[in-house]
């Protein structure tokens, strides 16, 4: 499985940026797909999962209320949706892909991805 990811770039404080994740290859095998972000300095960190029903999805605390992620099937593209951005959310947005199905606090590890894109920058000015 290949991913193209697009979307990123500079952006003030309360803007908002639409990431997209295409996937391309063996993708009727994928259960789940993530956003992971990485500051300088830090480890990656979760912020989104969706299962391939696109009926649950699970959001990190710190992007809660703020971040909408969702799927079209028939694209094979995953979308997140970034609002009322804060300088804390600057950082290399990943794509990730599962053959498994996760929810909840399973979900948000990277080791349990093994299908990773190379990422978007988003910088957000204060």
């Known amino acids: 499985v290949q991913f193209v990811e697009s979307g990123g770039g500079l952006v003030q404080a309360g803007g908002s940026l639409r990431l997209s994740c295409a996937a391309s290859?063996?993708?009727?095998?994928?259960?789940?797909m993530a956003w992971f972000r990485q500051a300088p300095g830090k480890e990656r960190e979760f912020v989104s999962l969706?299962?391939?029903?696109?009926?649950?999805?699970w959001y990190s605390d710190s992007v809660k209320g703020r971040f909408t992620i969702s799927r079209d099937n028939a694209r094979n593209t995953v979308f997140l949706q970034m609002n009322s951005l804060k300088p804390d959310d600057t950082g290399v947005y990943y794509c990730a892909a599962s053959d498994y199905y996760y929810s909840g606090y399973r979900g948000q590890a990277t080791s349990r991805y093994d299908k990773w894109g190379q990422g978007t920058q988003v910088t957000v000015s204060s």
């Open positions: 969706i299962n391939r029903n696109s009926d649950d999805t």
């Open positions: 290859g063996r993708t009727a095998s994928i259960g789940s």
